[in-house]
């Protein structure tokens, strides 16, 4: 995945493998995971499950979209424009995250902007994110590091932020894409409509996409002494 990474199910963490432990065919419950674009580019990936290495070469992984999970804001840029304000001059960092009537999403990819004098101020702008009622903005003048640095709140279906200078209070980004609800799993897995292939669609620069995944085993047998493997592979 040279232009995102794969997120476990709290769409935050980073995946680098996941277990099922135990497996009983059609007793399984599907496991989460997000794709976030972290290139400046749009791309349309696709998902296949390469199956495991044996003589059956039985598919045993499905997959399918997720459309109750929020992503992040997508394509978040900064420009400075014709505003005074109170900001001393300084480097200033941003993220954003989405929100709804569940929870809130994690933080999209960090913007930077280089401010100087007190007449031009930074404008935040990015991508709706369908469904979201609103957008929470985060600063901070050092990058990567947003504890207790909640800035603003955007509703309204708007998209862009301009920064006078006020100060931050105590939100921090979460490390959970609770939008969709319900944990452990943050949602409810679907009961049909799982496939071995499936298009993620176009996912915008910093966009984020989700999917459950499940093995789909072919027989009604446990699979505790017959591991099974495989790869999932996100390719545009």
């Known amino acids: 995945m040279s232009n995102g990474k794969l997120l ?27 794709f976030m674009n972290e290139k400046s580019r749009i791309v349309t990936p696709t998902v296949r499950f390469i199956q495991q290495n044996s003589n059956d070469m ?11 999970t929020l992503s992040c804001p997508p394509n978040v840029q900064a420009e400075l424009v014709a505003q005074v304000h109170g900001l001393v001059s300084d480097t200033y960092y941003y993220v954003l995250t989405a929100y709804n009537g569940n929870g809130e999403t994690g933080q999209s990819l960090e913007v930077a902007i280089e401010v100087t004098g007190s007449s031009y101020a930074p404008r935040i702008f990015w991508e709706a994110v369908t469904e979201a009622q609103g957008y929470k ?39 959970e894409n609770t939008t969709a609800g319900g944990s452990p799993h943050y949602g409810t897995p679907p009961v049909s409509g799982y ?27 446990d699979e505790e002494d017959n591991p099974r493997y495989c790869q999932l592979r996100i390719t545009e």
């Open 8 to 34: 476990l199910n709290d769409g935050v963490t980073e995946a680098v493998s996941y277990d099922f432990g135990l497996i009983t065919a059609g007793a399984v419950t599907g496991i989460k995971f997000g």
């Open 58 to 68: 039985y598919e045993f992984m499905k997959a399918v979209l997720d459309d109750q």
């Open 137 to 175: 903005i985060y600063r901070s003048i050092e990058s990567g590091v947003y504890a207790n640095c909640l800035l603003s709140l955007v509703t309204g279906g708007g998209t862009s932020f301009i920064d006078i200078g006020n100060a931050v209070t105590g939100g921090t980004p979460p490390t």
């Open 195 to 221: 496939s071995s292939y499936i298009e993620l669609g176009e996912v915008s620069a910093g966009g984020q996409v989700f999917l459950w995944a499940k093995p789909d085993p072919p027989y009604s047998v």
